[in-house]
């Protein structure tokens, strides 16, 4: 999978609210059958983070460990938005190339 | 030993090859990272509360070597930084770093060096003839295997005619700033490139 779709798919993810690093691999995998290698996750977290679409904060948690939870900030739901919006277009130009192929199926 | 020691065991030593591979990072960073990725672990390997060495294999497994997982934050930051520069100098210590982590990155690297290395062989020149007309200049040599040299001066002058004269001091300037530029642009299109592989347009 190109990286540029797993940015929009964290992005997306954090959509509702907060989340941490293996929560947001759980909810790509459950939501959306988005199997994505665990160490290519992090690596993305941290830049989408010094991007400033991300921010983070260490949550004491019951496990006995923190957590390091994401959040989108303004510029990153900007962000989603647009690319979520780029995403929507390519695939509709995509399907309408594709309709002749799905006619021949049958 | 326990088996939760020996799972615990296990961790400590990926972490700790983890650290040395991020050693290129600001510590505070690295530090971040690491407790991250602990803390990732942990949660992925116990079902309950006990850590079973076997969960913690299959974990570190999916995590891929430290060394894989270091170098992809590596990429990131450096994608992270292509999107910003401005300087040349920052633009060939992105393209430096590039160049420890694939093949297309050392090329551009190459290129870019040549580049700015014969942009600073005409500058030098064009500075330096005033001071020492008599060994700055582009000559064409007398030797019939070897025609064109440009000599910056710092050893005796070779053997044929030189045939720019004060025209070096101009043309030298013209032709190490275009090379400079082209070189700078080059490296800049080149990581915009990187950057567009590593992600989506989305402006």
Known sequence: MRKGCLELAILASLWGGRLYGLEILRRLA??????????????????????????????????????????????????????????????????????PLKKGER | ?????????????????????????????????????????????????????????????RLGSPRELASMYRMERLAERARGTRSPWLALRTIYQWAGLSVSGAWVLLVSLVGYGLSASFLICAVAKPFNPERVGLWKLDDPRDSWSLHLGFRAAPQGTEVLGWWMVPLGLLVGAGLFLLTFRFGLRSLHRLRRTLSLPGR
Do not use: C
């Open chain 1, 30 to 99: 459950v939501d959306s059958a988005l199997i994505v290698p665990e160490g290519t996750v992090y690596p993305l977290l941290s830049r989408l983070k010094s991007e400033g679409l991300l921010e983070s904060e260490w949550v004491e948690a019951d496990a006995g460990h923190p957590r390091k939870y994401y959040r989108l900030t303004a510029g990153g739901r900007r962000r989603a938005l647009q690319m979520a919006r780029f995403w929507s277009s390519f695939s509709a130009n995509l399907d309408d190339l594709l309709a």
């Open chain 2, 1 to 61: 030993m326990p088996e939760s020691d020996m799972a615990i065991q296990k961790i400590a030593e990926y972490l700790r090859e983890l650290r040395g591979a991020l050693s290129a990072l600001p510590n505070s960073e690295a530090q971040d990272i690491i407790e991250e990725i602990r803390s990732h672990i942990h949660d992925s390997a116990s079902s309950g509360a006990a850590l079973s060495p076997e969960a913690v294999a299959a974990t570190l497994e």
